[in-house]
């Protein structure tokens, strides 16, 4: 059930209709929210609605013996508990058959050093029987975003930093309400497949209490998916279709400059495309009574990978930061080791985006640029040197730089394979100028993106402040609007959301 789909559309607005219906009514509310909730993800698959209550229920409990447990073993095994739950699930379903791909490609290459050194004949450890097993199951929608959300649930109530469900209302944890509440908070169909990663201390206090909407709210919350939409439909899809995914696939028929531009366009499909999922999530938590965290911050205008990182999926990134790059030991202690757990963290947060060798190269991309950056910011800083660009002109070159640095390493997140990217990268330093592929509609849709992305934000806030001041009447005539010219802007089928396969 895609957000850019007529289905959703129609499941929202009874979603809609019966939550506020019965919103004064206690408990019932919510409850339509949690079947709702599970509707949502049960149309993608039934068994793995099963799979994911079946986790919710393995972090609950040991959330809540967490709290009555006393001894810090005790509450370490609990936690350890959760965390091989959740991580097992994704070492299975979406890492199995990329580590059993990756060690039958490392005994090929082991055998074939053999061989060149005359101790075997003919492959002996490539035909070990073991090394064909492959898992055959489809990868579970969202999986890398709830898992995430549940382990911050039981990782804060290990840090004493959250109370389990329940008891922060005064009732023993294993009330039969306080698993639904908590249910709902991994559940909750806005975030649930594709983020923000809500953590539970955000959510969770939130769904104790009645909410409320006010008409700030649903201004705001109609905008951000009209704005969502316009990003995705007009922006996104038409990047894909017409320009990215034939300079991914058909490399050799484009010159570098047409390559060039296609990459440029998947920087502003990637970003179109998830950023406006988040605005959809996050305005209809809105129209809900719910509010989500930000998730994006105009990321291309960063002036370097860390304030990249600031802006880009801040959900993930922050969640990266609190509970692996500090739980690594994050700044502290001697200068390499800050910059191991700089590279160990990407290096995972580009295992989290897919399993794939791609990914991790894109990780160690953005990880040793990470590292490279801290080091000089500590040089500076011991020399007391100021900022290496100062003024406008720097700022500006500073902001292309880092630009033309994340195009770099997304050519590694699009390209599905490694030799893939080097033809993209190969066909780039070829330095053809021709553009006959060049159609003007896309480029106009690449510049609306770019403009959009690069206006001064108190634009974008001002223009939201007049929309939330219209009458209903006149951002419902304006929401009608805009749905009957993003249907006849959109592809013919639904496009799915990039981020739904992580």
């Excluded at 999986?143 to 469900?165: C, G, H, K, N, W």
């Excluded at 990215?244 to 490399?251: A, H």
């Excluded at 990407?346 to 985006?353: A, D, E, K, N, P």
Aim: aromatic share 16%; hydrophobic share 50%.
């Amino acid at each position: 059930m895609l957000f850019n789909s007529l289905d959703f559309i129609t499941f929202f607005v009874v979603v809609f209709t019966l939550y506020w219906a019965t919103i004064r009514l206690t408990g019932v509310a919510s409850s339509v929210l949690l079947v709702a909730s599970l509707i949502f993800y049960g149309s993608w698959h039934p068994l793995y609605l099963l799979l994911m209550v079946g986790a919710c229920a393995v972090d609950f409990v040991t959330g809540g013996l967490m709290h009555t447990v006393k001894t810090q073993r005790g509450r370490k095994a609990l936690l350890l508990v959760s965390l091989v739950s959740n991580l097992g699930i994704l070492a299975v379903y979406k890492y199995f058959n990329f580590f059993m791909d990756s060690l039958a490609g490392g005994a090929t290459w082991l055998d074939r050093m053999l061989m060149l050194a005359g101790w075997i004949d003919a492959p002996v450890l490539a035909d070990a029987t073991f090394l064909s097993v492959r898992l055959d199951a489809l990868l579970p929608v969202g999986i890398s975003f709830y898992t995430f959300q549940a382990m911050s649930y039981t990782i804060d109530i290990y840090r004493r930093e959250l109370e389990p469900v329940g008891v922060d209302e005064g009732k023993p944890w294993w009330h039969p309400t306080a698993f639904a509440r908590y249910l709902l908070f991994v559940t909750f169909f806005p975030q649930l497949v594709a983020g923000p990663i809500v953590r539970a201390r955000d959510l969770l206090p939130q769904l104790k209490v009645r909410p409320k909407m006010t008409d700030e709210m649903g201004g705001r919350g109609l905008y951000l998916i009209l704005l969502g939409l316009f990003k995705k439909v007009v922006i996104a899809d038409y990047l894909a279709l017409n320009l990215v995914d034939r300079t991914f696939t058909m490399t050799e028929g484009f010159s570098s400059v047409e390559v060039l531009v296609g990459v440029y366009g998947y920087a502003f499909q990637i970003y179109c495309d998830f950023s406006g999922y988040s605005d959809i999530a996050i305005g209809t938590a809105l129209l809900l009574g719910y509010r989500f965290p930000e998730n994006f911050n105009a990321p291309y205008v960063a002036r370097n990978l860390q304030d990249f990182w600031h802006r880009w999926h801040i959900s993930l990134s922050t969640w990266l930061r609190d509970y692996l790059y500090i739980a690594l030991g994050g700044n502290r202690g001697a200068a390499w080791k800050t910059y191991r757990n700089l590279m160990l963290t990407m290096l995972l947060g580009g295992l989290w985006h897919g399993a794939g060798w791609n990914f991790v190269i894109w990780g160690a991309l953005h990880g040793c640029a990470l590292a490279v950056l801290r080091w000089w910011q500590r040089d500076q800083a011991r020399r007391g040197l100021g900022a290496l660009l100062p003024g406008t002109w720097g700022r500006i070159l500073a902001i292309f730089f880092t630009f033309h640095y994340v195009c770099l390493a997304w050519i590694f997140f699009r390209a599905p394979t490694f030799d893939e990217a080097d033809r993209v990268l190969r066909q780039l330093g070829q330095l053809t100028w021709h553009t006959p592929n060049l159609d003007g509609r896309v480029l106009l849709v690449l510049g609306v993106a770019a403009v959009m992305h690069f206006c001064p934000r108190r634009w974008f806030e001002e223009v939201i402040t007049s929309f939330t001041r219209l009458p209903a009447w006149l951002q419902a005539l304006a929401a009608v609007a805009v749905g009957l010219a993003l249907r006849d802007l959109a592809a013919t089928q639904a496009v799915p959301f990039i981020y739904f396969q992580f």
